[in-house]
């Protein structure tokens, strides 16, 4: 029987966070990098649901937590992903938007 993340509780959430990691300790280990990529997706939107999304507003912009010199403009929250753009150093920004859970946002910069 599968579950959404948004039906579990905190409790299962880091439960569920602590099987994906251990999953993609394994397949680092046999070497099956997309495998890892998958796992470690996962974690970042059933981390994204331990987040409340309300801490993030429209026009803000964060650092990325696994790509330093990106951040990301938030455009609209919906559920636990931030719609925006990725803005890289020479502060150009992308034109297309996208989804990136909200686990994925550092610090809001000023």
């Known amino acids: 029987m599968n579950f959404r ?3 579990y509780s905190i409790e299962q959430l880091h439960r569920e966070i602590g099987n994906l990691k251990e999953k993609a300790q394994k397949a680092e280990q046999l ?3 997309s495998e890892v990529q998958i796992y470690e997706r996962k974690m970042q939107v059933a981390l994204a649901y331990t987040i409340n999304p309300d801490d993030f507003k429209k ?3 964060y650092q990325l ?3 330093p010199g990106y951040t990301f ?4 929250i919906n559920g636990v992903f931030a ?3 990725r803005i890289n150093l020479l502060e150009e ?3 297309e938007i996208e989804a990136l859970p909200i686990s994925l946002l550092g610090k809001k910069l000023a």
Do not use: F, L, Q, T
Request: glycine residues 14%.
């Open 73 to 76: 403009k938030i455009d609209y």
């Open 65 to 67: 937590k696994m790509e």
């Open 59 to 61: 026009g803000e912009i």
């Open 31 to 33: 070497g099956n990098v």
């Open 83 to 85: 719609w925006g753009y």
């Open 93 to 95: 920004v992308r034109e």
């Open 5 to 7: 993340y948004s039906d």
